[in-house]
């Protein structure tokens, strides 16, 4: 006896779970990626980025594409948002990275400086998230002026000093000395404003330093500018404190903050201190947001 068997017919008009990827989907990935190397650009201001960010969230496929191309380019997604866009920061390796030696020499011919360009910016990240929370707080908005993140060095500076002054080590610090003992050595000689004949600002001081960071970071799509007052006064953006958070993580620039110079609240900042050696070189992130 033979035993009958029913075969089922496979269904004809099953699509497959996800469609395939066609050369159309890639040049939009790119396209998204493109966006989010504008970093003035705000997405509610173009119909073509916002609809990009849409299609991203809500198509995983897509997503992974976008991810797949700011990867070959040596980019780190931060986040993918309406209101930060496509957030994208440079890796070590990516043709899009920024040095901090670079970025000093073209400022600057003294090599001394490069350690000062990277503690500006480290001030102006350190002013403008005092406190882990702000830097979690995705609402949170961070003011600095120009003026204001001198005086925050310079008050650390005197701290410096008087602590040196009190173990007796008012020298050049030693090797295992911490980063800001050489620091403010060379913060401190240096003049506030400088002059010129015509009262402008001089680029080599520390408030013409400070000039060059923020005027960089707002190039950069990471402050706004909203005034005039002490010596120029600046809000954070989405894609500042995603660079800041990515780079800084939960690190505290514990060192700065002992002195007890918490010119906003008494928390905690969120900042990797610099290392002292011999050259001045910047530790990894110290310099946000370069690379060292």
Request: net charge negative; proline share 5%; hydrophobic share 40%.
């Amino acid at each position: 006896m033979t035993e009958h068997v029913e075969w089922s017919e496979p269904e004809a008009t099953a699509a497959p779970a996800h469609a395939p990827v066609t050369p159309a989907d890639a040049a939009d990935a790119a396209r998204l990626v493109a966006f989010g190397l504008q970093p003035k650009l705000q997405p509610a201001r173009d119909q073509e980025y916002t609809e990009l960010l849409r299609r991203y969230r809500e198509n995983p496929p897509f997503a992974r594409l976008a991810d797949a191309v700011a990867a070959g380019l040596g980019l780190v997604v931060l986040e993918v948002s309406p209101r930060a866009g496509m957030a994208v920061t440079a890796a070590e390796d990516s043709v899009f990275a920024v040095r901090m030696g670079d970025y000093a020499r073209r400022a600057s011919t003294d090599s001394g400086d490069r350690f000062l360009h990277g503690l500006a910016h480290l001030a102006v990240a350190a002013l403008a998230f005092p406190r882990p929370e702000d830097l979690a707080d995705d609402g949170y908005i961070g003011r600095v002026s120009v003026n204001g993140v001198d005086a925050f060095v310079r008050q650390a500076c005197r701290r410096l000093e008087e602590r040196a002054e009190e173990t007796g080590e008012n020298t050049d610090p030693a090797t295992d000395a911490p980063g800001l003992e050489a620091a403010w050595r060379i913060w401190a000689r240096r003049s506030s404003t400088g002059a010129t004949k015509d009262a402008r600002r001089l680029a080599g001081s520390t408030t013409g330093i400070i000039a060059k960071a923020v005027a960089f970071l707002t190039e950069s799509g990471f402050l706004q500018r909203t005034g005039d007052d002490g010596g120029g006064t600046f809000r954070t953006t989405a894609r500042y404190q995603l660079q800041v958070r990515d780079m800084a993580g939960s690190a505290a620039m514990a060192e700065l903050l002992e002195l007890g110079i918490v010119p906003v609240t008494d928390g905690t900042a969120s900042l990797l201190p610099a290392q002292d050696t011999d050259d001045l070189e910047l530790v990894a992130g110290a310099g946000l947001p370069f690379h060292s």
